[in-house]
């Protein structure tokens, strides 16, 4: 599928269990992006991606781990999950243009809802 | 972090132009100024982005003012399928930060 994908699209887990949730974007940008949010809030930062193999923290990346081997694919895993960690879980990728680095538009995928009992 | 301060909600008729205010009082100079909306159990959308001029685009028109502490998300002429939340943003540093959005209805 052409664009950016985020899977599963909802996923229920118990607390102390690893969850990865996946992203992937076949635009070959450069920046990628991982963020929450919750009932009743805007977006929170977690964790970033300048290129492969640099990623950087956001606002909120205690709990969470990223890794990106490929440019195309940016997974978030949850180490050991917590209730307050249900969210729903957006994506989002950004070309990187010389002399301009971020200032680009994001493209965010359709999210994922997690939910831990 | 650079934070903004939007209404919470904003209403709105059909066919009529909409004009949804925010205010950038910590931004800096370096710093865009971004729009997106989020429709119900969506990604956000981006809308527009401006650093001083105002801009057009198909979607909307940004009006920032001289002084950049705030600027104007402009939709012509509003429809219901722009009902949504919309968020302005200080752009900088290589990261986001989104508020909580005005929420956008519009009335048929």
């Known amino acids: 599928d052409a664009g950016i994908t985020q899977s599963p699209r909802y996923k229920i887990t118990e607390t102390g269990r690893q969850v990865t949730l996946m992203c992937h974007q076949t635009w070959s940008h450069s920046y990628m992006f991982w963020y929450r949010q919750d009932l009743g809030h805007g977006l929170r930062l977690i964790y970033y991606?300048?290129?492969?193999?640099?990623?950087d923290k956001g606002e909120v990346p205690d709990g969470y781990v990223v890794s990106r081997s490929k440019t195309e694919n940016f997974p978030l895993t949850l180490e050991s999950a917590t209730r307050s960690q249900t969210s729903v879980y957006f994506c989002?990728?950004?070309?990187?243009?010389?002399?301009?680095?971020?200032?680009?538009?994001?493209?965010f995928g359709p999210g994922t809802r997690l939910t831990v009992l | 972090d650079a934070k903004t301060t939007q209404p919470n909600s904003m209403e709105s008729n059909e066919e009529e132009p909409v004009h949804l205010p925010c205010n950038h009082s910590?931004?800096?100079?370096?710093?865009?100024i971004h729009w997106y909306r989020q429709l119900p159990s969506q990604g956000p959308e981006y809308v527009i982005h401006?650093?001083?001029s105002n801009v057009n685009n198909r979607m909307a028109s940004l009006a920032i003012a001289e002084d950049r502490k705030s600027s104007t998300l402009i939709l012509h002429r509003a429809t219901l399928r722009d009902a949504a939340v919309y968020y302005c943003?200080?752009?900088?540093?290589?990261?986001?930060?989104f508020g909580t959005g005005t929420r956008l209805t519009i009335i048929p």
């Open positions: 401006g650093l001083t």
């Open positions: 989002a990728s950004s070309e990187s243009i010389p002399g301009l680095a971020v200032y680009n538009e994001q493209f």
């Open positions: 991606s300048a290129a492969a193999d640099i990623t």
């Open positions: 910590t931004i800096s100079g370096t710093d865009y």
């Open positions: 943003l200080n752009f900088g540093n290589e990261k986001l930060t």
